[in-house]
């Protein structure tokens, strides 16, 4: 970068045009910065049963024909990075144990978020 400068004399009249240069340079070291928020929704999930019980009058039981599911939906994590680094955000799914029946997924199991 270049400036013209003007400098006046002592005695009041005007002086010498003279260019003065300049250069800025930034060393400032920054230190990385994670800062992540992780937010979910309700994370409601309905177990359902459908079809048919019939009662046998005979074996004085029900005679069960059905089929079950669970169902959830609007279920979503949303990741916000606000670091000065790119980071990524993983998710893995492990029932309890007493639950080892149900299986979860999710449509992305890496995130690769850019820096803020």
Partial sequence: ????ALAANNDGTNGTDIDVNAK???SVAAA????????????EFTYTVSGTK???????EYVISATDAWNGSDNEIT????SNAAVNAEFAFAPLT???TVNGTFSQNVLNLPTA
């Fill in 54 to 60: 019939t009662w046998d009058a005979a074996k004085h």
């Fill in 79 to 82: 990741v916000t990075n606000h």
């Fill in 32 to 43: 990385t910065t994670i800062s992540v928020d992780v937010t979910w929704e309700a994370m």
């Fill in 98 to 100: 007493e639950y080892s």
């Fill in 1 to 4: 970068m270049s400036v013209t």
């Fill in 24 to 26: 800025y340079v930034d």
